[in-house]
């Protein structure tokens, strides 16, 4: 009977430049399909991993003016073309008064879509994931670091990722099951 | 568990203790009454309120305008610290943004009560009625309605993005304590959040961004309820500086607010060493300087009141300062504005026993500034008809009341179910004091 195949191998660091250093002789021995965790954001980490945050801001940025453009239209369309109002002789076109709520639909739209990017580039919101069956991967919501080696990894091998991991001098390492 | 986020993570943990209780008693007593005032507003009708013409706004707006000043004010200090965080504990951003939230949700009841039939609220909504009509784009109570929604939401997503992580260490340590139920409802909060570094990252430049969408809607916020009034006719309020000057003298009231609660909260829960000596050092130098540029608000309307040549301003501006207004417009200049310069004095500003007090005036007076401006404007109208002056009734206060018992409920829940102040920035700020400390 052969052992299921493992999600990943996992190993675990007590402090951020540790897991920094490790990631970075893994991407120096040809790695190339792995995840870090941490208990606080590690900027080093995150470059060592090639992560990029400017996707987050470019949605924010695109719904923004989508939903300042479209508070405006509507007001616009409503007041000049669907029901035009004479108010003292005052035309139905006024574009400054329509600014101030075109305004403020855009930035709500805005803070809604960096909320919601974010999640959805990261994957989230998920039920469950694979990395929660690594024994005492609870501490890197406190105070553990860890780095995660995926199968999917074309260089993946379970001993050898496993040998590899201890040849980081890590808390300890172990592979994760898929499920 | 790093040592230094213990306290944080039992004080939400852990049973309430008897002042836990007595608080969540008094602030639920609170919201009955509350409730009994809505409920009295809804089936008498806005005849159980004092407002009358010309009063045509009370203790409704005031109000309104007060409890937004407190969350601006909060959501600014709350929004700087993210976007600022160099060499400066950012924790307690936390905290203020929770008073934010508070604060927002009990202005965000006025004006729909205030309504006279807050039943058809729905109205300034534009969706496609059997009427065929839609709302007046050109009126600033329209923009009013998107100004508070949006802040209601910017202000709950600021707050919720940031804590996303905290849920989900709370649920790491629920489950390890064997209570899974717990673990289960922070696990569903926390959306599944597993400390991914590249999460981490996208994290952190959304957590940014929306701290940065919160400064234009401040602005947003205050000025168009000062559009509200600045839009009318009458002699007080038809003033260009009006937004500028509810924007600049809300200031206190918010800080104020923030200053006192976080002295009672790091005493109450023993949080002395996270919201630390520096941090309630910032928070009264900042409340010294929001009086100051306060003073300058007042300052300004002064000169702009006695030198306009326009007749009917000036008296109306006159009235306000002198005649039967005078106790609530200078009241608001003593306790808004030049009360909190005390704390430029180190050794006050570092005593609970001054910054609670002062604090909690600031916010005294900004009300009794909303109070000069609502009522006192109205002293000197168009017209010679100030048969009734304008007294609140016992359900106004009841309002009142009861808006600030929903504001301390709020808040004392959230003290409870959610950490108090935000525990990944203390991890990251300490491991960046150890870097330091082994460069050297």
Same mark, same amino acid.
């Given at each position: 009977?052969?052992a ?8 675990e ?5 540790r ?8 991407r ?5 399909r ?6 606080h954001?590690v ?8 992560a ?11 719904s ?13 369309y409503l ?12 035309p ?7 600014l101030?709520a ?6 709500l739209?805005?803070?809604?879509a ?14 469950h994931?694979p990395?929660?069956?690594a ?21 993946f091998?379970?001993q050898a ?8 001098s890590p808390?300890r390492?172990?592979?994760v099951?898929?499920a | 568990?790093?040592t ?13 203790g ?20 809505i ?10 309120w ?10 409704d707006?005031?109000?309104y ?11 600014l ?10 060499n400066l504990?950012?924790?307690v951003?936390?905290?203020?943004e ?15 009560l205030?309504l ?5 609220? *729905?109205w300034?909504?534009? *969706? ?6 839609w709302?007046?784009?050109g ?29 989900a260490?709370l ?5 390890t304590?064997?209570?899974?139920r ?7 909060a926390?959306?599944g959040?597993?400390g991914?570094v590249v ?7 959304a ?10 809607? +401040?602005?947003?916020? #205050? ?21 500028v000057h509810?924007?600049?003298?809300g ?22 060493r ?23 608000? *007042?300052?300004?309307? +002064? ?18 300062i ?10 608001a200049?003593?306790?808004?504005? +030049?009360?909190? #310069? ?18 909690m005036l ?12 609502l009522?006192?404007?109205l002293?000197?109208d ?5 048969a ?9 206060w ?9 504001f ?6 959230f ?9 990944f920035?203390?991890r990251?700020?300490e ?7 082994e #460069?050297?």
């Amino acid at each position: 009977m052969s052992a299921p195949s493992p999600y990943g191998a996992i190993a675990e660091f007590g402090d951020a430049d540790r897991m920094v250093a490790a990631i970075r002789h893994a991407r120096a021995a040809g790695w190339s399909r792995m995840e870090a965790h941490a208990p606080h954001p590690v900027p080093e980490a995150a470059v060592a991993l090639g992560a990029h945050a400017a996707p987050v801001g470019w949605i924010a940025l695109a719904s923004g003016l989508a939903g300042a453009a479209i508070a405006f239209g509507t007001q616009w369309y409503l007041s000049v073309h669907d029901y035009p109002l004479n108010v003292g002789g005052r035309p139905p076109q006024a574009w400054p008064v329509f600014l101030p709520a075109a305004y403020i639909v855009g930035v709500l739209w805005a803070a809604a879509a960096a909320l919601l990017g974010m999640l959805w580039l990261n994957g989230l919101p998920r039920l469950h994931h694979p990395v929660f069956f690594a024994r005492s991967i609870h501490r890197a919501s406190q105070d553990r670091y860890f780095l995660h080696l995926l199968a999917e990894d074309p260089l993946f091998e379970p001993q050898a990722a496993l040998v590899f991991l201890h040849s980081l001098s890590p808390l300890r390492a172990s592979l994760v099951r898929a499920a | 568990m790093s040592t230094s986020t213990a306290p944080v993570v039992a004080a939400a943990l852990r049973p309430g203790g008897w002042g836990f209780g007595v608080g969540i008693l008094l602030s639920l007593a609170g919201v009955a009454v509350l409730g009994a005032a809505i409920a009295a507003l809804l089936v008498l009708g806005v005849g159980v309120w004092g407002n009358n013409i010309p009063f045509v706004w009370g203790f409704d707006l005031i109000a309104y305008a007060w409890w937004i000043g407190i969350a601006n004010a909060a959501s600014l200090f709350a929004a700087v610290l993210v976007l600022r965080r160099h060499n400066l504990r950012t924790a307690v951003n936390r905290f203020a943004e929770a008073v934010a939230l508070a604060a927002v949700l009990a202005a965000a009841l006025y004006p729909i009560l205030h309504l006279g039939r807050p039943w058809l609220f *729905y109205w300034t909504i534009p *969706y496609p009625a059997t009427t065929g009509l839609w709302p007046q784009f050109g009126s600033p109570l329209v923009w009013d309605f998107w100004g508070i929604m949006a802040h209601v939401v910017v202000t709950s997503l600021f707050w919720f993005i940031g804590l996303i992580p905290d849920l989900a260490t709370l649920r790491d340590r629920a489950a390890t304590q064997g209570r899974r139920r717990l673990a289960r409802a922070y696990g569903l909060a926390a959306l599944g959040w597993r400390g991914s570094v590249v999460h981490w990252h996208r994290h952190q430049a959304a957590y940014r961004l929306v701290a940065a969408l919160v400064l234009p809607l +401040l602005l947003s916020a #205050q000025t168009v309820v000062a559009l509200e009034f600045a839009a009318t006719l009458v002699p007080a309020w038809h003033e260009a500086r009006l937004p500028v000057h509810l924007v600049v003298t809300g200031l206190p009231a918010g800080l104020g607010v923030v200053l006192a609660m976080a002295a009672v909260l790091r005493r109450a829960l023993s949080l002395e060493r996270i919201i630390d000596a520096v941090d309630m050092d910032l928070l009264a130098r900042l409340l010294a300087c929001a009086a100051l540029a306060s003073g300058a608000a *007042y300052v300004h309307e +002064l000169v702009n009141g006695l030198l306009i040549a326009d007749g009917a301003p000036r008296e109306a501006f006159l009235a306000r300062i002198s005649g039967a207004g005078a106790l609530s417009y200078w009241g608001a200049v003593v306790l808004g504005a +030049l009360l909190p #310069q005390v704390l430029w004095r180190r050794d006050l500003r570092m005593k609970d026993w001054v910054v609670i007090p002062v604090g909690m005036l600031a916010a005294a007076g900004v009300w009794l500034d909303r109070w000069s401006l609502l009522v006192g404007g109205l002293l000197r109208d168009h017209l010679p008809v100030h048969a009734v002056p304008y007294v609140p009734t016992p359900a106004e206060w009841a309002l009142l009341g009861g808006s600030a018992a929903l504001f301390a409920l709020v808040l004392l829940l959230f003290g409870r179910v959610i950490p108090v102040v935000a525990m990944f920035e203390i991890r990251h700020e300490e491991t960046e004091a150890q870097a330091l400390e082994e #460069q050297r």
